[in-house]
């Protein structure tokens, strides 16, 4: 598996400048759950060595101030789909809309790492953030800010939920394979 994201040890400032760019035009330009997935894992063993492999994505409509949340004890993440669709109504910017979907998925995939406080969580989401993309990216802002705060207009959207159904994402944590073969 090839991977991108240098060691950070024996980095300069030039380099770690870099390797922060380099980390944002991925998130930026990532086209997938899975891709995006795959980059949140990479930066949190980079940056906590910590990892785990074999989670399930599942989408489905909850009301706007739940982004995502993983059932203690399951292989799952389930992501709020209704907010994704509100984003992208909202914001029409597709790089802040995957800096959102990488800090929700990253959030939940810390719980299912076994952080189970919040204010733990939201702590270690945000030192990870401003190290691995810089304190000034979005994501940054985003692990430890409020999303109906910063983005007021998510209230005036209106849809239709559908709570009762549910999405699996195909090629979810694909590259678990690897580790295993
Ligand atoms: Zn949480």
Redesign the pocket.
């Known amino acids: 598996m090839n991977s991108n994201i240098l060691p950070k040890k024996s980095l300069g400032p030039d380099a770690e400048q870099f390797r922060r760019e380099e980390q944002r035009r991925k998130v930026e330009g990532a086209t997938s759950y899975d891709e995006l997935f795959e980059l949140v894992k990479r930066v949190v063993e980079s940056e906590i060595g910590r990892h785990r492999a074999g989670l399930a994505l599942v989408l489905t409509d909850m009301p706007n101030t739940v982004g995502a949340?993983?059932p203690v004890g399951s292989n799952s993440i389930v992501l709020n789909r209704a907010l994704i669709n509100a984003m992208n109504v909202v914001v029409k910017n597709e790089k802040e809309i995957n800096s959102f979907v990488f800090m929700v998925l990253m959030?939940?995939y810390?719980?299912s790492l076994g952080y189970l406080n919040?204010i733990e969580?939201?702590r270690i989401a945000h030192r990870i953030s401003k190290a691995a993309l810089g304190p000034d990216h979005w994501t940054a802002k985003m692990a430890v800010g409020n999303w109906l705060e910063m983005y007021p207009q998510l209230s005036m959207v209106v849809q239709r939920l559908m709570p009762d159904s549910f999405e699996r994402v195909d090629k979810f944590d694909s590259s678990s394979m690897s580790y295993i073969g």
């Open positions: 949340f993983h959030h939940e810390l719980h919040e969580v939201r």
